[in-house]
């Protein structure tokens, strides 16, 4: 965190790059989701016992819950993608610099109230 804290405060406004439109953006996304743990946690703890539950109840609750979730993790998606397009005007400017460096500070006084209760755990303080 602390690592984290300071490249934020070593943030420039000209390292951001929106204007750059990169191939294979769709291609990366798709892998990176395709390898990301979460839809499989999602699905092996909660998304799969109600399908299981879901299908005593009728199969077009099972289809419907299946839609239905789909549907809004998708749309969800397009929303954010729409919002990041939009604010691409926020982050070229001065201010969204203040607020990194803001958050950078933040960062690094949580890692060091982490790092003073972890030694207070172990019984060093």
């Known amino acids: 965190m602390i690592h984290l ?3 934020n405060l070593r943030a420039e406004i000209n ?3 929106t204007d750059k439109t990169e191939k294979g953006a769709l291609k990366r996304g798709a892998i990176t989701n395709f390898l990301s743990p979460n839809p499989y946690l ?3 703890s909660i998304g799969g016992p109600i399908v299981f539950e879901s299908l005593n109840v009728n199969i077009s ?3 419907l819950f299946i839609l239905g979730f789909y549907t809004v993790l998708i749309e969800s998606k397009i929303v954010i993608t729409l919002i990041v397009d939009k604010s691409k005007s926020i982050i070229k400017s001065k201010y969204y610099l ?3 460096r803001a958050l950078g500070i933040i960062l690094i006084l949580f890692a060091l109230i982490f790092f003073k ?3 207070r755990l172990m ?3």
């Open 5 to 7: 804290g300071f490249e």
């Open 15 to 17: 390292t951001f790059k």
């Open 42 to 44: 999602f699905w092996l």
């Open 61 to 63: 609750a099972t289809v």
């Open 98 to 100: 203040y607020i990194l």
């Open 117 to 119: 209760n972890a030694l």
């Open 123 to 125: 019984g060093f303080i």
